[in-house]
């Protein structure tokens, strides 16, 4: 079983920073590629961003080169830097767990991201 615990949300205003963390909490963190997801009122949840074990990387497009996502694999967590924000990032973001050895995922409660313009 894991939980997620997701942390670092909150209202910024437009062109500011945030920094996510979510905490993995469980076995065989390394066998999970871990990622960030988000979900704006009245629209479909999308990938911001995911990282393997290994560190390779992949973004939404409407994020590239604004947010970065980092794992740091000695505190069995994951980063997801937000640079640049807009309005359009709000959203809940939601910290996810994909344990690719049967394809299982796991999900965080989610963490709130306003930005105001």
């Known amino acids: 079983q894991v939980e997620l615990a997701e942390s670092g949300g909150g209202l910024v205003q437009s062109g500011g920073s945030l920094r996510l963390s979510c905490a993995f909490l469980?076995?065989?963190?390394?066998?999970?590629?871990m990622g960030w997801y988000r979900q704006a009122p009245g629209k479909q949840r999308e990938l911001v961003a995911r990282i393997t074990s290994g560190g390779s990387t992949s973004y939404g497009d409407s994020v590239k080169g604004r947010f970065a996502i980092s794992r740091d694999n000695s505190k069995y967590t994951v980063y997801l830097q937000m640079n640049s924000l807009k309005p359009e990032d709000t959203a809940v973001y939601y910290c996810?767990?994909?344990?690719?050895?049967?394809?299982?995922?796991?999900w965080g409660e989610g963490t709130l991201v306003t930005v105001s313009s």
């Open positions: 469980g076995n065989d963190y390394a066998h999970h590629v």
């Open positions: 996810n767990a994909l344990y690719f050895v049967n394809n299982i995922d796991y």
